[in-house]
């Protein structure tokens, strides 16, 4: 029976074998690592659902609300906080009285049990963060929430990532702003914003090295 293949064709199966040996993990690795810090796995940019559609937009945006009216802990303790009723209830006594969407609030309020919100920005109990110290050091709001007063409904703004956190740890300077704008949605950085930013760092005393060190996250 007659040769079907030449000899040549031994050396590029070996070829074409040991070449797939070698592509098949690093696409696996490379396939891993990109899905791992897409959004898909973060859930950054996606909206969450919530009992009552409020709407940041509305209250940030429109009537002026600042953060600190709902989020009452945000300056004294790690946690920000969540509104209680009694906080919604102090406009929504007198405006939206029959709001089908606000239904749930009113039920809250007659009954004493308190709403349940889904948290967007769920981190895991091995990390620990305090929001008090990096708004005593100038980090404003929409650095890791986003454009809030810009979301009808709340979406995450950011990845969370360790990653993503140390790229700021690692130079403040470009992100730091001045106490009196960290509430500011509307604040904008300066032309100067590296200078700006590292006369902060002293003025606040922010201890770059210190900041990294992987205990200050992981107690």
Known sequence: MAQVFRRRMNTIARVGFVTVLLIL??????????VLRSSWQTKEGLFIGQTIPFSHE????????????????????AYAGIPATKTCMTC????????????PV???????????????????????FDHSIHVQKGVGCTECHGQVDAM????????????WCLE???HPEDRLRPRGQVFNMAWTPPADQRQAGLNLVHKYHVDV???????????
């Not at 509305?58 to 609300?65: F, K, M, S």
């Not at 929504?92 to 239904?103: E, I, N, Q």
Request: with cysteine; proline share 5%; net charge positive.
């Open 168 to 170: 700021c740890h690692r």
């Open 25 to 34: 993990p690093l696409t696996t690795l490379f396939g891993t690592y990109g």
């Open 209 to 219: 090295h210190q900041i990294q060190n992987c205990s200050v996250c992981h107690r």
């Open 58 to 77: 509305h209250h940030v945006r429109g009537l002026g609300i600042d953060c600190r009216y709902c989020h009452t802990g945000v300056e004294s303790s």
């Open 106 to 128: 009113r039920t809250s309020w007659d009954t004493g049990q308190p709403l349940v919100w889904n948290k967007v920005n769920v981190l895991p109990d091995y990390v620990y």
């Open 152 to 163: 009808p409904l709340m979406k995450k703004g950011a990845s969370l990532q360790m990653r």
């Open 92 to 103: 929504h006594s007198r405006v939206w009285l029959d709001s089908p969407l606000l239904a």
